[in-house]
T-cell receptor, first 107, second 120 residues
Framework: EIVLTQSPDFQSVTPKEKVTITCRASQSVGSSLHWYQQKPGQSPKLLIKSASQSFSGVPSRFSGSGSGTDFTLTINSLEAEDAATYYC?????????FGGGTKVEIK | EVQLLESGGGSVQPGGSLRLSCAASGFSFNNYAMSWVRQAPGKGLEWVSTMSGSGGSTHYADSVKGRFTISRDNPKNTLYLQMNSLRAEDTAVYYCAGAPSYYGSAYDYWGRGTLITVSS
């Protein structure tokens, strides 16, 4: 099983600040690494697919990078509506797995 | 507009059974691999099972293998999850989610989820 380790677990950030979340895979997933945003009481929403491709309708302040085992989600100029938990997910091999999540709080 | 609408959730005693349904609309259902993903209260996301668009391939998490069965009815645009021998640790919100391919793809679409509570 591929284990995804996200860091940090929690981040408190002021608006307009830049946020960086990392996801490390226990073995290579190629580019089959995706990022989701989940707000309280809502289902997850796809932000970034295949490591760096923005999903339709996602604001341009969200971007992804990386390949193999090390990946990054960046939120440039954080907005209040970005308060959420962010998850990485690998679909390279079964069992599919998710990272533990990173909760982003707005100061 | 894409919609995934889960139903069939509720409370059940340990050892009991439930069948979840997920009605899909607004996209080409038979071209999408469909999955069930669950989230225990206050916890993260856990993949449960995936079925290919044709229904010919399936995978299960070890935690549910032998107890849960995924299926789909493409003419009805509906995904199912038959859950038997339920345990307390199966308590979670169950989401159905769709991906454009069986391997390598992200979940483009998610339902709102349905809550399963397993308790005596």
């Amino acid at each position: 099983e591929i284990v995804l380790t996200q860091s940090p677990d929690f981040q408190s950030v002021t608006p307009k600040e830049k946020v960086t979340i990392t996801c490390r895979a226990s073995q290579s997933v190629g580019s089959s690494l995706h990022w989701y945003q989940q707000k309280p009481g809502q289902s997850p929403k796809l932000l970034i697919k295949s490591a760096s491709q923005s999903f339709s309708g996602v604001p341009s302040r969200f971007s992804g990078s990386g390949s193999g085992t090390d990946f990054t989600l960046t939120i440039n100029s954080l907005e209040a509506e970005d308060a959420a938990t962010y998850y990485c997910h690998q679909s390279s091999s079964f069992p599919l797995t998710f990272g533990g999540g990173t909760k982003v709080e707005i100061k | 507009e894409v919609q995934l609408l889960e139903s069939g959730g509720g409370s059940v005693q340990p050892g009991g059974s439930l069948r979840l349904s997920c009605a899909a609309s607004g996209f080409s259902f038979n071209n999408y691999a469909m999955s069930w993903v669950r989230q225990a209260p206050g916890k993260g996301l856990e993949w449960v099972s995936t079925m290919s668009g044709s229904g010919g391939s399936t995978h299960y998490a070890d935690s549910v293998k032998g107890r849960f069965t995924i299926s789909r009815d493409n003419p009805k645009n509906t995904l199912y999850l038959q859950m038997n021998s339920l345990r307390a640790e199966d308590t979670a919100v169950y989401y159905c989610a769709g991906a454009p391919s069986y391997y390598g793809s992200a979940y483009d679409y998610w339902g709102r989820g349905t809550l399963i509570t397993v308790s005596s």
